[in-house]
């Protein structure tokens, strides 16, 4: 499975997750600060929101 690094935009912490292969992750924990993150408005994901890469679904 497929890994992507997310950068908190509460605390720019970074941490490694994995790219789920048939759904859109919508929500991530922070490791750091505690803060749920959730997608914005216009973006498919946390994954395409927030970090180094894009996620494999196919609707965006």
Do not use: D
């Not at 759904?23 to 973006?43: D, R, T, V, Y």
């Amino acid at each position: 499975m497929e890994t992507a690094i997310l950068n908190c935009p509460k605390c720019g912490f970074r941490q490694e997750l994995k790219i789920p292969e048939s759904s859109c992750l919508q929500f991530f924990k922070c490791e750091n600060c505690g803060e749920l993150i959730s997608a914005p408005n216009g973006e498919c994901c946390v994954i395409c929101a927030f970090s180094n890469k894009k996620c494999n679904h196919p609707i965006k």
